[in-house]
C-alpha cells in the first residue's frame, strides 16, 4: 500500500517562501513520476504544479514557471516543492500526486495561506 505524506504547509505573508515535502512509503519510490497539484478554496479544480520524472526531469505548466521549483531525493523518497514570491493568490491546498504505472496515489493535503 503506497502512502504519501506532505508537510511544510503554514501561513507565510506575501513575497515570502515555503518548502513542501513529500515522503512516500510501500513502493519503489525512485520509479514512480511525482507531482506536486493545488486546490484553491470550495469549487476549484486541483490544478497541476509540477511533475517530475523518476530521471529526475522536471515538468512545470507555463503558468508554474518561475517561482516554483520540483526536486527529488530518492534515497530520502522525498519530493520538494520549493514555492518562492508567494502571493495570496497561491493560497491553497497543495497535494502530492504519485504515479506508479497505472496505479495513481494522493497524499491528504497541506495546506498554504498567503497573506496580503
Known amino acids: 500500500q503506497v502512502q504519501l505524506v506532505e508537510s511544510g504547509g503554514g501561513l507565510v505573508q506575501t513575497g515570502g517562501s515555503l518548502r513542501l515535502s513529500c515522503v512516500a512509503s510501500?513502493?519503489?519510490?525512485?520509479?514512480?513520476?511525482i507531482g506536486w497539484y493545488r486546490q484553491a478554496p470550495a469549487g476549484n479544480q486541483r490544478e497541476l504544479v509540477a511533475r517530475i520524472r523518476s530521471s529526475g526531469t522536471t515538468l512545470y505548466p507555463d503558468s508554474m514557471k518561475g517561482r516554483f521549483t520540483i526536486s527529488r531525493d530518492n534515497a530520502k523518497r522525498t519530493v520538494y516543492l520549493q514555492m518562492n514570491n508567494l502571493n495570496p493568490e497561491d493560497t491553497a491546498v497543495y497535494y502530492c500526486?504519485?504515479?506508479?504505472?497505472?496505479?495513481?496515489?494522493w497524499g491528504p493535503g497541506t495546506q498554504v495561506t498567503v497573506s496580503s
Open positions: 500526486n504519485g504515479l506508479w504505472g497505472n496505479r495513481e496515489y
Open positions: 510501500g513502493n519503489t519510490f525512485s520509479s514512480a513520476l
